[in-house]
Nanobody, 128 residues
Framework: QVQLVESGGGLVQAGGSLRLSCAASGRTFRRYAMGWFRQAPGKEREFVAAISWSGVNTYYEDSAKGRFTISRDNAKNTVYLQMNSLKHEDTAVYYC?????????????????????WGQGTQVTVSS
């Protein structure tokens, strides 16, 4: 079992930056691919970024490319999402998730239902 706790959300002006953190419990975290998703009011949850357990592979949703960076520190059981040049449309609750079946060196997933563990979410609000 893995428990995930997000932090780092808040209110920021458009063009600003935030760094989200996701702290995981459990030694097996370092073998799980991780992802960030977000859900805006009235919309479905959507994929933002993913990273393999090794960190060798990352993948981003198109609107996040060039602005967001996903990274992880397995020694600290933490995955991060650095968000720069934030836009009003980035406003959402951001969730981190762990995929226990994606354990290959370069494996990552963009598919929400493939993730097994989820955090409670952290609110990001970008004022225009």
């Amino acid at each position: 079992q893995v428990q995930l706790v997000e932090s780092g959300g808040g209110l920021v002006q458009a063009g600003g930056s935030l760094r989200l953190s996701c702290a995981a419990s459990g030694r097996t975290f370092r073998r799980y691919a991780m992802g960030w998703f977000r859900q805006a009011p009235g919309k479905e949850r959507e994929f933002v970024a993913a990273i393999s357990w090794s960190g060798v592979n990352t993948y981003y949703e198109d609107s996040a490319k060039g602005r967001f960076t996903i990274s992880r520190d397995n020694a600290k059981n933490t995955v991060y999402l650095q968000m720069n040049s934030l836009k009003h449309e980035d406003t959402a609750v951001y969730y981190c998730a762990a995929d226990r079946d994606c354990s290959g060196y370069g494996c990552y997933s963009v598919v929400m239902y493939e993730y097994d563990y989820w955090g409670q979410g952290t609110q990001v609000t970008v004022s225009s």
